[in-house]
Each structure stands twice: as structure tokens, then as C-alpha cells.
């Protein structure tokens, strides 16, 4: 179904519910604080509403719901960066950020998820938003949709990232 066919409502409700858990995740991908978390994923919500509005069918809903999603989330960022000051690190020092696992109740696998949502929530928000909506999956070209980066752009990110991630990850790897 096109979604200029849709009413607002009907065209929210089908994204909202096809998005959802995405939307969660992406919030929780931007906020470490669990309740700050679920006020971001009302505030996407609310403007995800609004934006069906007009929304025209200029790119495919998916793309639509993240960039919707990720404006709000980096508005969110920028709101709170003023209000204390941030603890972002670039790229080139990735590698040096401590481990983030504190539980030692949570399975292996869950302490590296923890460790690399964190290492995530220390990049600055550019690189935050390519790493997150490349974990949910999207293309190179999707990402450039919704980032305004080339896709080339968007791929060469993606692998600097994953590289200075795996190695900040797996540390006793760099000495091989």
C-alpha cells in the first residue's frame, strides 16, 4: 500500500508497530540511562506521528522511521550535551576507552554486548548514528539516506569503526 494512501494515524500506526523494537533500540543505542531511554522513544514517537504528515513517499518508510528517529535522537544528544559536558571520544581514540562490563552475574556474551553499547555511546554522534543504524541492519545506501552521506562515505565509516571497535573489544589482538 502507498503511504499517501494512508491517513496519518493508519500510516504511524503500521511504522509504529512494523518499528518498534527497532526504535527502542536505537533510543537505548543513544541513551544509556534507562528512563532518559524511554522518554527518547516517546519523543521519536510523538515526532514520528507528526512527520507522517508529510510525509510523501520521497524514500522507503524504513528509512523514513530512522531518520526520523535518529534526528530526534541526536536532538536529544545535543540537548543534554549543554546541559553538562560531554565525554565523546573520535575515532583515534576508540581504542583506550575502558571496558564498560561491571556485572559479573551477566553471561560473556552479554558483557561484550554491554562493553560495545558503550564503546558506541562514547563516539561522537556522527559516528554513533552510522555504527547504530548499521547494527540494525540497514545498507550503505540506506544509511546515506537517512545520514546524507555517500554510500562510499557511509561504507569507509562503517569499516574504520568496526576495525577500531573489535580492536578496543579484543585488545590482546594488537600485540600478534
Given at each position: 500500500m502507498e503511504p499517501t494512501a494512508l491517513s496519518q494515524d493508519e500510516a504511524y500506526s503500521a511504522a509504529a508497530e512494523q518499528f518498534g523494537g527497532a526504535i527502542e533500540r536505537l533510543a537505548r543505542g543513544y541513551e544509556a540511562d534507562p528512563d532518559l531511554a524511554r522518554d527518547l522513544v516517546q519523543d521519536i514517537h510523538a515526532a514520528l506521528w507528526r512527520s507522517f504528515e508529510y510525509f510523501?513517499?520521497?524514500?522507503?518508510?524504513?528509512?523514513?522511521?530512522?531518520?526520523?528517529?535518529?534526528?530526534?535522537?541526536?536532538?536529544?544528544?545535543?540537548?543534554?550535551?549543554?546541559?553538562?559536558?560531554?565525554?565523546?571520544v573520535g575515532l583515534e581514540a576508540i581504542a583506550?576507552?575502558?571496558?564498560?562490563?561491571?556485572?559479573?552475574?551477566?553471561?560473556?556474551?552479554?558483557?561484550?554486548?554491554?562493553?560495545?553499547?558503550?564503546?558506541?555511546?562514547?563516539?561522537?554522534?556522527?559516528?554513533?548514528?552510522?555504527?547504530?543504524?548499521?547494527?540494525?541492519?540497514?545498507?550503505?545506501?540506506?544509511?546515506?539516506?537517512?545520514?546524507?552521506?555517500?554510500?562510499?562515505?557511509?561504507?569507509?565509516?562503517i569499516h574504520r569503526l568496526k576495525a577500531l571497535l573489535a580492536e578496543a573489544i579484543h585488545p590482546e589482538g594488537r600485540n600478534q
Open positions: 510523501e513517499g520521497q524514500c522507503s518508510v524504513r528509512s523514513w522511521v530512522y531518520r526520523i528517529g535518529h534526528n530526534v535522537a541526536v536532538s536529544h544528544i545535543q540537548a543534554s550535551r549543554r546541559a553538562k559536558p560531554p565525554a565523546l583506550e576507552l575502558p571496558s564498560a562490563d561491571n556485572q559479573a552475574a551477566e553471561t560473556e556474551e552479554a558483557q561484550l554486548r554491554n562493553r560495545l553499547l558503550a564503546m558506541i555511546h562514547r563516539l561522537k554522534p556522527a559516528d554513533r548514528q552510522v555504527m547504530l543504524l548499521y547494527l540494525e541492519e540497514l545498507t550503505a545506501e540506506e544509511i546515506g539516506e537517512v545520514t546524507g552521506l555517500s554510500a562510499g562515505a557511509v561504507a569507509t565509516r
